[in-house]
């Protein structure tokens, strides 16, 4: 199905087809802009409401700067979508996170456009002083540096560092903050609220405007009068105000709040900030999902929707006749509820991912007990370190990827003082259509090389379920981690009774001759099918669930090597230092003799694109484990045999 752009956009695959257009016809290029997002994502699916509410924003910074010599850095990059389209990849965009199609964040191989390289938050304005640095040290005095940030992406630590060097650095840069009170789920803390008294506080802003715009018509001189109006508005914002003080402390002038989808308004006020040399920082105020009905209303749930009708505004659902497994992380938050309802010790800890850990359910029903504390791993980690250093049984959930933002308090702040703190790390393994950026590949290498810590991985629901009664016995006083990957699971029937399993114990499911399968997590199913399409060639492997990477269980290990001299090791983590490293570590320091293949993700990049496809194309989906057993094997085959 061909999606056509409209008249306007259709002729613009540059920002210097932009610039060609009148300002009076920007409006109808937002209009265009907007419309072909909705008619391409509803088809194709992909990210939603944040680039919907930034069309205008597009418009103005593309129009008004010399891209790419002026160098514009999108944080996150899910709001980049009209970003993409106004840069020469419009007629590619409906491949948006398809496998081998266009990333859907920021990519530096694939345009001079993307700046930076951005799926995590709260990096642009860090990444953009650097180059602004770069750029005065090289004497490009001219060349203009701007980073859009979200106020929800603002809450991070790592933007307020950034804040207060740009503050003191020669920098030309330009810190735009795209205010919607959203990030995936709705903002929360203090900054929050600070942000709504500037845009609420109806005298400062009235007071700002009528002053700037009278002095604007005095017989002064345009730049003599707005100066004054600028030193008039400084002094006005201690008076009746507080709007600016956190970002001018921090020596940004600060501008706003102005509307974001005033096109007219965005493009004066950007032209004029061009010329002010400097660190400064304009405050916009947008709507998330704006210009869908239905996104605007409901933000969270048309972040990415999925594919649905425009019209309608229903979204697709797979159809099934049976019951289906639930997603793992599901599990988790039902499953949290009851051991919480069991052990008025347990506490729940999300950086800013309520709905997609699924702890927005523990938040609902326990809103004293489970806490999303924003963007902001590290505190997250350290905050649960210090609800554990009282007693509670806190389960800090985080995505892998995430996680890796909060090594530092990992080590220091939770394992070296042996705090119980179970990590619940979502998303790992590959992750599918959000790429490289998102993909859990690292977390068993860095965890289990760190002292103190308990690292696990569930083969299904029932021992996900297991493991999280396991983590929060008062037995278990190590630091625990429990990684599950993101979407279904394998049981319909999951809710079965808590049972507590032997730390560091993994579990034979099945007997076997010549060569044994070791697998970690999740993809000991795809072991198990692997296993299940070559028993008809007389391929009889063995299977163990190991569970645990650290402590390992040695017991078991010595029982696989003193009978197989045939190992495959499968893992959704990096083959470089995860589980079967720790394989061939046990069988080095032992003396075993034996050929093992490490089957994981492979030390490369893996973009996007399916979870099927992308398994598929580095080697780890059933076919392939069962092309290693039939290689493993080949001299052993006895077609058409049979094992019970």
């Not at 030309?172 to 506080?201: R, W």
Request: aromatic share 8%; hydrophobic share 40%.
């Amino acid at each position: 199905m061909e999606i056509k752009a409209g008249k306007l956009l259709s002729n613009i695959n540059n920002p210097d087809d932009l610039k060609k257009l009148s300002k009076d016809q920007l409006h109808l290029v937002c209009d265009e802009l907007r419309q072909y997002i909705i008619d391409v994502v509803s088809v194709h699916g992909g990210h939603f409401a944040a680039s919907l509410g930034v069309v205008e924003l597009s418009v103005a910074l593309h129009y008004i700067f010399n891209t790419p010599y002026d160098q514009l850095v999108w944080d996150v990059g899910h709001q980049a979508y009209g970003h993409k389209i106004l840069t020469g990849r419009r007629d590619q965009f409906p491949t948006n996170r398809k496998y081998k199609g266009l990333s859907g964040f920021p990519n530096r191989t694939e345009s001079e456009y993307d700046t930076f390289g951005v799926g995590h938050s709260s990096t642009s304005i860090s990444a953009a002083l650097g180059m602004a640095m770069a750029s005065y040290y090289k004497g490009e005095k001219d060349r203009q540096h701007i980073a859009v940030i979200g106020d929800g992406a603002m809450t991070a630590g790592l933007a307020f560092e950034a804040m207060n060097h740009a503050g003191i650095a020669n920098s030309n840069i330009i810190i735009i903050l795209n205010d919607n009170c959203m990030s995936i789920d709705p903002n929360v803390g203090a900054l929050k609220e600070y942000l709504t008294d500037i845009t609420t506080s109806h005298t400062y802003n009235k007071v700002k405007d009528d002053v700037w715009n009278l002095l604007g018509k005095l017989p002064m001189g345009k730049t003599f009068s707005r100066s004054m109006a600028q030193k008039l508005t400084d002094g006005l914002k201690g008076m009746v105000s507080s709007s600016a003080n956190l970002f001018e402390a921090l020596n940004l002038r600060y501008f706003g709040p102005i509307d974001g989808h005033n096109i007219t308004k965005l493009v004066d006020t950007l032209n004029d900030l061009k010329n002010i040399p400097g660190p400064k920082l304009l405050h916009i105020k947008t709507v998330k999902g704006k210009g869908y009905e239905l996104a605007e209303k409901d933000q969270t749930k048309w972040h990415a929707p999925g594919l649905f009708d425009k019209v309608t505004g229903e979204i697709q659902k797979k159809k099934f006749d049976i019951p289906q497994p639930p997603k793992y992380q599901d599990v988790f938050g039902y499953t949290i509820i009851e051991l919480a309802e069991m052990n008025d010790k347990i506490m729940g800890i999300t950086p800013a991912m309520p709905s997609g850990s699924s702890l927005k359910y523990m938040m609902e029903k326990m809103p004293g007990r489970a806490f999303d504390v924003g963007i902001c791993e590290q505190h997250a980690v350290t905050l649960s370190a210090g609800l554990a250093t009282q007693g509670m049984r806190v389960f800090c959930n985080i995505y892998s990827s995430f996680m890796q933002r909060a090594y530092d308090m990992v080590v220091h702040d939770v394992a070296i003082q042996k705090l119980p703190v179970v990590f619940c790390l979502d998303r790992a393994g590959l992750v599918g259509e959000d790429g490289a950026t998102h993909h859990g590949c690292y977390d068993i290498a860095y965890m289990r090389c760190i002292p103190n810590m308990i690292v696990s991985a569930p083969m299904n629901e029932k021992e996900l379920r297991n493991l999280m009664y396991t983590s929060q016995l008062e037995s278990t006083v190590n630091p625990f981690v429990i990684r599950y990957p993101r979407g279904e699971g394998v049981m319909p029937e999951w809710k079965t009774p808590f049972e507590e399993i032997q730390i560091g114990k993994g579990r034979k499911l099945k007997d076997g001759q010549d060569v044994a399968i070791l697998s970690f997590g999740h993809p000991g199913n795809f072991a198990a099918a692997a296993i299940r399409d070559v028993k008809a060639e007389g391929i009889n492997p063995a299977h163990y669930d190991m569970r645990f990477v650290k402590p390992i269980d040695e017991a078991l290990l010595h029982e696989v090597f003193s009978k197989y001299n045939k190992i495959i090791t499968i893992e959704d983590g990096t083959v470089v230092g995860g589980f079967g490293t720790a394989i061939l570590e046990f069988m080095n320091a032992h003396g075993y003799k034996a050929t093992v293949k490490i089957m994981g993700i492979p030390d490369r990049l893996v973009e996007h694109g399916s979870a099927r496809q992308l398994y598929e194309e580095i080697g780890l989906d059933a076919s392939a484990i069962a092309n290693v057993l039939r290689e493993m094997m080949k001299d052993k085959v006895t077609v058409g045999a049979t094992f019970q």
